[in-house]
């Protein structure tokens, strides 16, 4: 029984409505799984997701870039939860795999026969002292918001010259590409507009990107921008007001720490699971980079210690690459296995870690990178190189992928 603040004992609300299928999260991951189910025929659907906007996020970056307005990147949820599919507008708190239940910021209890978990991870701006406080203001931006990517333009265009710092934080995050493309933009526009700018790419990591066979290509693109690459350098403090930003050094043995002055700042934040899930000692992953995750076989997507439960995207502990494009091979694999269990079946769809970056390296230019767990190319177009820069993956960024995202992605299709 649990106990309230007073003291006093206190009884679980009763589970006021019960789901054969529910799914935590109507992001990328949690609507293209609802539509695939429903395109497989199933019912008794029921989606927990509290935003009335969908993001397509990949956009962000060329938010960021002044390529499009960030108005395009929202569309109503309510346009993409699939026919048939009920819709519960809250915000989970709790999963009691035990109970089969979900528990909502409202007081509600929902259950479930099976679950599958698609929320997403949780940004920690507060993870770096003084951020919070100036984002958006004193030069600092971050495309890895809705309000700011359109910030990180506006400080772009009206930069007049001096010292731009992009950052790279510890820990997994979606998107490991993110912080680097905004960089190039910034460069390109930089050089095209004639401003003389320090360009310096401050990551925790210790290469440019962390699949070998794309690291000469990108350090290519870092050297003819003139940009300093600062490795291991995990971005700690921020000073807005009087425009310093201050790193750990990570392989330093006494962990020093250097302050460098900014004209512009475009933080990548910290990113961790969500809280209900990292505090959850039934379902967090417990050791290695993935530790707070929802923990699940990294290639049958179902949770090793509850069957009726599976989990995609950046919620779950799978190491791949935290992408909307992980989970379009993640989605086909989850779903076939979800009925296999349902029908008691053995799950033999497996899930090989693909994931792809598209690498923006300028205005008109973009490296696609795309591998698997083990770090393989994984190259999906045929004939072509595509780790090298191409105007026609910009392309398939700015206009093919966007529809293909709204039209077949979020419509099961693809
Ligand atoms: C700047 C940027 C650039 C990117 N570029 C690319 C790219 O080029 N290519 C690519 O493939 N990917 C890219 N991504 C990553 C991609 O957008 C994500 O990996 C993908 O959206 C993850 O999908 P998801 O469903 O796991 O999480 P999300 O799409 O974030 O959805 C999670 C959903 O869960 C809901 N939710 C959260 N907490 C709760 C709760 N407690 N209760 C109920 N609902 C909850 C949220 O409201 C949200 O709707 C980029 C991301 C960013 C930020």
């Given at each position: 029984m649990a106990t309230s603040t007073l003291g006093q004992p206190t009884v679980a609300p009763q589970i006021s409505t019960k789901y054969p299928i529910l799914i935590l999260g109507g992001g990328t991951a949690g609507i293209t799984v609802a539509a695939r189910l429903r395109n497989a025929g199933q019912t008794g659907i029921a989606i927990i997701e509290p935003s009335e906007t969908h993001y397509y996020q990949p956009l962000w970056t060329l938010v960021g870039g002044g390529v499009v307005p960030a108005s395009i990147t929202a569309?109503?949820?309510?346009?993409?939860?699939?026919?048939?599919?009920?819709?519960?507008?809250?915000?989970?708190?709790?999963?009691?795999?035990?109970?089969?239940?979900?528990?909502?910021?409202?007081?509600?209890r929902i259950g479930y026969d099976y679950l599958i978990v698609a929320c997403g991870l949780q940004l920690d701006w507060d993870k770096i002292e003084g951020l919070p406080q100036t984002l958006g203001e004193n030069g600092v931006s971050s495309n890895y918001?809705?309000?700011?990517a359109p910030k990180t333009w506006e400080y772009i265009r009206s930069f007049k010259g001096g010292r731009a710092i992009f950052t790279y934080p510890l820990g997994p995050i979606k998107c490991a590409g993110a912080p680097q493309k905004i960089m190039y933009l910034a460069a390109d526009y930089f050089r095209r507009h004639n401003i003389k700018a320090e360009v310096i790419y401050a990551t925790a990591t210790p290469a440019i990107f962390s699949v070998k066979h794309y690291q000469e290509p990108l350090m290519k693109v870092v050297r003819r921008y003139g940009i300093t690459t600062l490795f291991q350098h995990n971005l700690v403090a921020v000073d807005g007001p009087n425009k310093q930003a201050t790193f750990e050094v990570l392989n330093d043995p006494e962990k020093k720490r250097v302050t460098l002055s900014f004209d512009f700042l475009h933080v990548t934040p910290p990113q961790s699971?969500?809280?209900?899930?990292?505090?959850?000692?039934?379902?967090?992953?417990?050791?290695?980079?993935?530790?707070?995750?929802?923990?699940?076989?990294?290639?049958?997507?179902?949770?090793?210690?509850?069957?009726?439960?599976?989990?995609?995207?950046?919620a779950s502990s799978t190491p791949n690459s935290k992408t909307g494009a992980a989970i379009r091979k993640q989605a086909p694999v989850l779903v076939e296995n979800l009925l296999a269990q349902m029908s008691g079946k053995p799950l033999t769809a497996q899930y090989n870690g693909y994931a792809s970056c598209p690498l923006v390296t300028g205005y008109g230019k973009l490296i696609l990178a795309e591998f698997d767990y083990d770090g393989n190319p994984t190259p999906s177009i045929p004939f072509i190189d595509t780790s090298r820069e191409r105007w026609s993956m910009y392309m398939l960024k700015r206009w093919g992928l966007p529809w293909m995202y709204w039209n077949l992605m979020l419509r099961g299709k693809a």
């Open positions: 569309r109503p949820e309510k346009d993409y939860i699939p026919r048939g599919v009920s819709w519960i507008k809250g915000l989970a708190t709790a999963i009691e795999p035990r109970e089969n239940a979900i528990v909502l910021a409202d007081g509600r918001a809705y309000d700011l699971a969500p809280n209900f899930i990292k505090n959850n000692p039934l379902l967090a992953e417990t050791e290695g980079t993935t530790k707070g995750y929802l923990r699940v076989n990294k290639h049958t997507l179902q949770s090793p210690d509850f069957p009726n439960i599976f989990a995609i995207g950046d």
